[in-house]
């Protein structure tokens, strides 16, 4: 089945730091990807998202590219702020398109940023 | 944007006793809503998919009798935790997905904790 592996936690960056969070999928077809963001006590939010290969999403300066070779869509962003911190989530839907598809999780990345 | 609000945020019970969690969707009609469970440091688990007027369907493991899913309207389905016990314990997140729109609309996540 259709599976969300990305990188283990928690991470910790100093403000104005680089941002990677590495995202690898295993699926059948042509998934659309998305990352979603929780921040502590509340739901979880779309980020971004992208339907088709050598799309890129991006919102609030992150990026992520949907990379059909390599099965990847990693979260970057140049500059991180505190209000950055947050529960960051890798996700896969099966399909493109308006249907109802179950989504699939990553287990999330905790990032944590500091003064 | 679509807005679903989930209530409680927070509930404490004892166990044996039975837990409601409402979601409503509030400016858009919610044809699919998806039921997940988070533990501590883990994903999201999806429990559940219903579409609005018809019988839930389960994911494998998830107990139907102990899990009562209700959607009887495009703008409320509920998930009732019966006969609570301590492992029950968890953030339960609904997400809904309307007709014709290629988007999923989270809650802010239930926080049960079963004494």
């Known amino acids: 089945g259709d599976s969300v592996t990305q990188m283990e936690g928690p991470v910790t960056l100093s403000e104005e730091a680089f941002l990677t969070i590495n995202c690898t999928y295993t699926a059948t077809g042509y998934p659309s990807l998305f990352w979603y963001v929780q921040y502590p006590g509340e739901g979880l939010q779309l980020l971004l998202k992208?339907?088709?290969?050598?799309d890129k999403g991006s919102n609030k300066g992150f990026e992520a590219t949907y990379r059909k070779e390599t099965t990847s869509f990693h979260l970057e962003k140049g500059s991180v702020q505190v209000s950055d911190s947050a529960v960051y989530f890798c996700a896969l839907s099966p399909y493109s398109g308006a249907g109802s598809y179950q989504l699939t999780f990553g287990k999330g990345t905790k990032l944590s940023v500091i003064p | 944007g679509a807005v679903v609000s989930q209530h409680p945020s927070r509930v404490i019970c004892k166990s044996g006793t039975s837990v409601k969690i409402e979601c409503r969707s509030l400016?858009?009609?919610?044809?699919?809503m998806f039921w997940y469970r988070q533990f501590p440091k883990q994903s999201l688990m999806l429990m559940a998919t219903s579409n609005e007027g018809s019988k839930a369907t389960y994911e494998q493991g998830v107990e139907k009798d102990k899990f009562l899913i209700n959607h009887a309207s495009l703008t409320l389905s509920t998930l009732t935790v019966t006969s609570a016990h301590p492992e029950d314990s968890s953030f339960y997140i609904c997400s809904a997905r309307a007709s014709g729109y290629d988007g999923y609309t989270f809650g802010s996540g239930t926080r049960l904790t079963v004494v």
């Open positions: 400016d858009f009609q919610a044809t699919t």
């Open positions: 992208a339907t088709k290969a050598d």
